[in-house]
């Protein structure tokens, strides 16, 4: 079987804060995928056998049964899935997590927790009941969407952080730090304090994140690939510097990345997931 995906954008003001709301169920075409770092956030309720993430290269692997919550990465994560899977979640915008954490989100960089750490047992025992019964994935998806507008909090410092947050990935990451505080009319200090509170990261590292994400983008597995125009169009000073970049965000080589990719594509023609997450090297 293969893998049955439904997304939609939430209504306001959850569209604010996330992407879109998506339900995924069936058999993954790699039992362990690794997901290149990306300016994002990713909440995950669990409706099937438990799946594991491993973090970051120096964090343990964990099993997750109810769900997790990922707070937007400095380094690529390792997720493992069970034969089949079966979950709704959000993609979230690197800000979008806050009003929902009980926690600073610094507190759970490269460090992923399950749902229940963050909302309770009762209460994410009662949602996954209610879509485990629920009449298909979009009322699954309204479940979820009616739950956040309910947990929906006041996050101080939030269109600070959104504002510049905003600007970084217009520019895709090629703004100069040093001008977002004096744009933003706080200090350096400031900024920095209020990102690694609502976001889990400083302005640099959001800025070098959307920089690396903007150039994966632009790759594409099936053409030749020029690296040190990509490089350059990306705004890394050469080849070198990407590639050391790339070699950090995901543990390969550029190199060898696109031939995991290719693999994908070969193995896997027209997969749901085929310009999703690469699979394990």
């Given at each position: 079987?293969?893998?049955?995906?439904?997304?939609?954008?939430?209504?306001?003001?959850?569209?604010?804060?996330?992407?879109?709301?998506?339900?995924?169920?069936?058999?993954?075409?790699?039992?362990?995928?690794?997901?290149?770092?990306?300016?994002?956030?990713?909440?995950?309720?669990?409706?099937?056998?438990?799946?594991?993430?491993?973090?970051?290269?120096?964090?343990?692997?964990?099993?997750?049964?109810?769900?997790?919550?990922?707070?937007?990465?400095?380094?690529?994560?390792?997720?493992?899935?069970?034969?089949?899977?079966?979950?709704?979640?959000?993609?979230?915008?690197?800000?979008?997590?806050?009003?929902?954490?009980?926690?600073?989100?610094?507190?759970?960089?490269?460090?992923?927790?399950?749902?229940?750490?963050?909302?309770?047992?009762?209460?994410?025992?009662?949602?996954?009941?209610?879509?485990?019964?629920?009449?298909?994935?979009?009322?699954?998806?309204?479940?979820?969407?009616?739950e956040?507008?309910?947990?929906l909090?006041?996050?101080?410092?939030?269109?600070?952080?959104?504002?510049t947050?905003?600007?970084?990935?217009?520019?895709?990451?090629?703004?100069?730090?040093g001008?977002?505080?004096?744009?933003?009319?706080?200090?350096?200090?400031?900024?920095?304090?209020?990102?690694?509170?609502?976001?889990?990261?400083?302005?640099?590292?959001?800025?070098?994140?959307?920089r690396?994400?903007?150039?994966?983008?632009?790759i594409?597995?099936?053409?030749?690939?020029?690296?040190?125009?990509?490089?350059?169009?990306?705004?890394?000073f050469?080849?070198?510097?990407?590639?050391?970049?790339?070699?950090a965000?995901?543990?390969?080589?550029?190199?060898?990345?696109?031939?995991?990719?290719?693999?994908?594509?070969?193995?896997?023609?027209?997969?749901?997931?085929?310009?999703?997450?690469?699979?394990?090297?």
């Amino acid at each position: 079987m293969g893998v049955k995906y439904v997304s939609r954008v939430p209504r306001p003001p959850l569209d604010g804060l996330i992407d879109d709301l998506y339900y995924l169920e069936g058999a993954p075409p790699y039992a362990r995928l690794t997901l290149p770092p990306a300016p994002a956030a990713l909440l995950i309720v669990n409706l099937g056998a438990p799946f594991r993430i491993r973090g970051g290269t120096d964090i343990e692997t964990a099993e997750y049964a109810d769900g997790c919550v990922v707070t937007t990465p400095t380094r690529a994560w390792d997720f493992s899935y069970p034969l089949r899977t079966r979950s709704v979640g959000a993609h979230v915008k690197p800000w979008g997590l806050a009003p929902f954490l009980p926690m600073p989100a610094a507190e759970l960089c490269d460090r992923p927790v399950t749902v229940e750490q963050v909302w309770g047992r009762s209460a994410i025992a009662e949602l996954r009941d209610r879509m485990a019964t629920a009449d298909g994935p979009h009322e699954m998806l309204t479940l979820l969407e009616d739950e956040l507008m309910r947990r929906l909090c006041e996050a101080r410092g939030l269109g600070l952080v959104r504002h510049t947050s905003s600007v970084i990935a217009a520019t895709g990451g090629a703004v100069p730090v040093g001008d977002l505080s004096v744009a933003a009319g706080v200090s350096s200090t400031h900024l920095a304090q209020r990102f690694k509170e609502l976001i889990g990261v400083t302005p640099k590292r959001l800025a070098r994140t959307h920089r690396f994400a903007a150039a994966v983008l632009t790759i594409n597995p099936a053409e030749p690939i020029d690296w040190a125009e990509l490089a350059g169009g990306a705004g890394y000073f050469d080849q070198a510097h990407f590639g050391h970049e790339f070699r950090a965000f995901t543990g390969l080589t550029p190199t060898r990345y696109l031939e995991v990719r290719r693999r994908f594509l070969r193995e896997h023609p027209g997969h749901t997931l085929d310009s999703w997450p690469l699979p394990a090297d």
